[in-house]
């Protein structure tokens, strides 16, 4: 029941002091106990009797009736009901006619009753008390009568009655500097306060400049007589009394101002709609300028992924070292560690930037927003998949080209060995060839030149596989585009023409020397069989130093065990060379047996030879310690690939463990609030923030510096740990951003977390496949299990059910057949959300252009901020039609909510 008792014990206690006792009985807590309480000062009484007589009598006159008397005119009950009847514009009843008192009782009854029916708690006063006529109880339950049909619907920012008729009082009168309204007493008593309040409203019914505060009489007097002529407000109060009364009676005051509030109620329709446009304008404003920050945002982004995409495609560098290959993948690995984080990071902000906007533009009433062609977040999203695209390609690119350098560079060392080796070999032999010293020579000279020919044939076509050689290595650096490709050509190309010269040059003496064989025959048998002996064996040896010196590149273990296992195979052939190495020995022993070694057939030294062959032994024991500590080197890059290894996967493992946290505070089931969840998620946030990736990223370094670029030992990568890292960050922001959003959403209906929950719960058990999505069947189940919604159990055809009609239309527009949980919440939100549409706030307009179809600056200006009336101005379209001056609100109510453009 409504306690308007207790807002006449707050009135009558702040105005009249009285002795209060240690308890007081509910009775007693509406009217002061006669028996203790003093008398009631007659100043107050008389006024406030005066009041509510005028007031009761500016109802009455409705019927052409009057009470002069209050405590008399009440007694029979007849006045009493015809007031109520018109008050509450509701039938009480008929009177009973009888002159007896228990007539009157029976009549100040039924009045008691209808009273008590309206909430009022008039228990505390008896119809005795009325018929009797004790004037404090009447004057009490007018006072009562008053506070429920004339202030209680009085509303103000959510407080009570008095409160709110004080509170529009001081907003009223807040622009008047000699008015200071704190009460409804001493605050009104110089007249200033009635006056302000009419001047606010209708200006040119008062010259209020012309007031003084001193002339209390001429104040009064002045607002009680426009009050009752101009505006037709009962002269509830009597200008004496308030002159001569110490401290005038509250009820009276609040009484008369309430006829105020009343008759201004219209008035008071202009500020209400200025508050709503006002509220409209800030919030389209604020929309303006969040699209305004993500069109900037977006931009920004994806200017920088297209500059880095055609940055990581450029493939136009032609890398003359290793070094320089190294530097562009330095460069690479900063541009992934500097850039790429800070920029996933803004997408972040991006996407949560995007959801903030959406939701404050759904809980306005405002279309979605639509970002201009190719700025929207699939756009972003796919542009950032082309960046990850080529950044991955560019660092394929890049260790192509490392390898191929590597491989490149260690061919053109054994290209230039070879070649030096042949152009050593070959240097003076065509002035050689091309010689006549045969001539006239004896027959030992011409066999000695012969036998040295047909040596030299056979060290010819010994270097003939040498020279193929050469070739194929000059091929393979063509074909690995080394830098130097063109002077290595050119280089085989001189030595293949001089091979040919050498080829012709040979034949040519070939031809010259069987002429002069006949000329020649004594062979020298030893000289010639050491001559065809040493050259091959020369050849091997020579062959083998290159072999043994040849530089080599390996990346792993079982590629330096294969170099081991080749150079065991040409270890186990030495025992046959040095078998050959012993014939030669032996016939350099019988020349030197038979007085000389020089051999004219043979440019090879036995001693060269010799000390050749020793050279090739030491360089074996050498090559065999080369490869041993390949071998420890190529296991410690091994070892340092499983600590990464290792490292890498513990890594993945803690942070899949903190995505699944972070799926599990989403997916709760439990009766957790929105804020609990927002706790838990921020407390799994700290950990990944805490979470310390600089050992990782030390093996990662170490790992390069060891030109390590690929690990058999598991699929992870920095650039993968680093990614799952933002993106858990990612994730965790971006729910805790959508749980806030949903608090935002809920704040702005009255929508509980507990009804949250429970529609959650209903959904997930209707929900059998877990698919996130009911369809028609089982969302109509879900909403009769709610019990909210005013629809058949059984389907219907179209038409027939309009209210599953109205739901499925604004649910599912494109008619796919099926509901999600975010769907269903956001009908709600909309179902339940205060936000102003279209037609209210051209009812505002409407109302702030006194009913015209168009409002003029003056109109907007009263009652709009500066800023929002500029606003306006800058924005409304001329009226065609209309007065000077006059804007067309309507276009511009409908722009603001999407129906037209603005």
Not at 421 to 441: F, I, M
Request: with cysteine.
């Amino acid at each position: 029941m409504l306690s308007v008792q207790s807002q006449l014990m707050h009135t009558q206690s702040s105005s009249h002091p009285r002795t209060t006792k240690p308890t007081m009985t509910s009775k007693s807590a509406a009217f002061a106990d006669r028996e203790t309480a003093p008398t009631l000062d007659n100043q107050w009484q008389r006024q406030q009797k005066k009041t509510f007589t005028a007031w009761v009598n500016s109802h009455l006159r409705k019927r052409n009736l009057h009470v002069d008397e209050i405590s008399q005119d009440f007694r029979d009950g007849t006045n009493l009901l015809a007031l109520l009847e018109i008050i509450s514009e509701e039938t009480v009843g008929k009177a009973s006619r009888g002159k007896m008192k228990i007539h009157h009782i029976e009549n100040v009854g039924k009045a008691m009753k209808f009273i008590q029916s309206k909430n009022v708690d008039v228990r505390s006063i008896g119809p005795e008390e009325v018929v009797d006529g004790n004037l404090k109880m009447i004057l009490g339950l007018v006072w009562m009568l008053i506070l429920r049909f004339e202030i209680q619907d009085i509303s103000e920012d959510q407080l009570n009655a008095k409160d709110a008729l004080l509170l529009w009082c001081q907003r009223k009168t807040e622009p008047y500097s000699n008015v200071d309204v704190q009460n409804f007493h001493m605050s009104w008593k110089d007249g200033l306060a009635f006056c302000a309040l009419i001047h606010r409203h209708c200006p040119n019914l008062i010259d209020y400049n012309s007031l003084k505060k001193g002339n209390v009489r001429e104040n009064l007097e002045t607002a009680f007589s426009v009050a009752e002529n101009e505006l037709d407000i009962p002269r509830l109060l009597d200008v004496d009394d308030m002159v001569e009364c110490v401290k005038p009676d509250e009820r009276s005051i609040m009484t008369y101002v309430a006829a105020y509030y009343k008759k201004f109620a219209s008035f008071n329709q202009s500020e209400v709609a200025g508050k709503k446009i006002m509220t409209v304008l800030e919030t389209n404003m604020e929309h303006e300028r969040l699209i305004q920050q993500y069109d900037t945002m977006s931009t920004a982004l994806l200017e920088w992924i297209q500059q880095s995409i055609a940055m990581l495609n450029d493939r136009s560098t032609n890398f003359s070292s290793v070094s320089a290959c190294q530097g562009k993948m330095t460069e690479h690995n900063s541009f992934r560690s500097d850039q790429i984080p800070s920029k996933l990071q803004e997408k972040a902000m991006l996407e949560e930037h995007y959801s903030t906007l959406q939701t404050k533009l759904r809980l306005s009433g405002r279309p979605p927003f639509v970002p201009s062609e190719g700025k929207e977040i699939n756009d972003i999203n796919s542009a950032w998949g082309d960046l990850e695209t080529a950044d991955n390609q560019h660092l394929t690119w890049l260790l192509e080209e490392f390898r191929r350098i590597q491989l490149a560079e260690a061919k053109a060392a054994a290209f230039n060995t070879k070649a030096d080796s042949h152009d050593g070999w070959t240097n003076g032999l065509d002035a050689e060839l091309a010689a006549d010293d045969y001539s006239g020579a004896n027959f030992a000279a011409v066999s000695a030149l012969i036998k040295k020919h047909d040596a030299f044939q056979s060290d010819l076509m010994a270097h003939e596989q040498r020279v193929h050689e050469i070739g194929t290595l000059a091929q393979e650096l063509d074909d690995l585009k080394y830098a130097d490709a063109d002077a290595v050509n050119d280089r085989y190309a001189t030595i293949y023409e001089n091979w040919q010269k050498l080829v012709e040059l040979t034949n040519t003496r070939q031809q010259s020397l069987q002429g002069a064989e006949e000329k020649a025959r004594h062979l020298d048998e030893l000289y010639l069989q050491y001559a065809r002996q040493a050259p091959p064996f020369g050849n091997f040896v020579q062959l083998a130093k290159e072999k043994l010196t040849e530089p080599y590149v390996v990346d792993t273990i079982a590629e330096v065990e294969n170099l081991q296992s080749n150079h065991e195979a040409f270890k186990a052939d030495l025992p046959q060379s040095q078998s050959a190495f012993d014939g030669l020995t032996t016939l350099h022993n019988g020349m030197s047996e038979i007085g000389s070694t020089d051999n004219p057939y043979s440019p090879h030294n036995y001693a060269k030879l010799s000390e050749q062959w020793a050279a090739v032994k030491e360089l074996v024991e050498k090559r065999d310690q080369q490869l041993a500590e390949e071998l420890a080197k190529q296991q410690e890059r091994e070892t340092l690939r499983k600590e990464w290894a290792t490292a890498a996967n513990n890594a993945e493992q803690w942070l899949v463990e903190r995505t699944a946290e972070v799926k599990a505070i989403i997916s709760s089931t439990s009766n957790e609030s929105l804020e609990d969840q927002i706790t838990q998620m921020q407390k799994v946030e700290a950990d990944v923030n805490a979470f310390n990736v600089d050992e990782l990223e030390a093996l990662h370094k170490k790992s390069h510096e060891n030109l390590i670029f690929d690990n058999p030992h598991t699929t992870n990568t920095m650039e993968s740990v680093r990614g799952k890292l933002a993106g858990l960050k990612t994730n965790i922001s971006g729910s805790i951003n959508a749980l806030n959003n949903q608090i935002l959403a809920r704040d702005s209906t009255n929508i509980t977390d507990e009804q949250r929950s429970d529609w959650e719960k209903a959904f997930k058990h209707w929900d059998k496949d877990s698919s996130g999505f009911l369809e028609y069947k089982e969302f109509r189940a879900f909403l009769l299990s709610l019990g909210t919604f005013n629809i058949d159990s059984v389907p219907k055809d179209e038409g027939e059910d309009p209210e599953w009609d109205r739901i499925v239309a604004d649910l599912d527009p494109n008619h796919d057949g099926k509901v999600s949980f975010d769907e269903f919440i956001a009908f709600m939100i909309k179902e339940n959300a205060d936000a102003a549409s279209a037609d209210e706030l051209l009812g505002a307009f409407q109302t702030l252009a006194n009913g015209n179809p168009y409002i003029l600056a003056s109109d907007m200006q009263r009652e709009l901020s500066p800023e929002l009336y500029e606003y306006c101005m800058q924005n409304m379209i001329p009226y065609s039609g209309g007065p000077e001056g006059a804007l067309d609100y309507s276009s511009f109510a409908k722009a603001l909510y999407g129906e037209s453009e603005l």
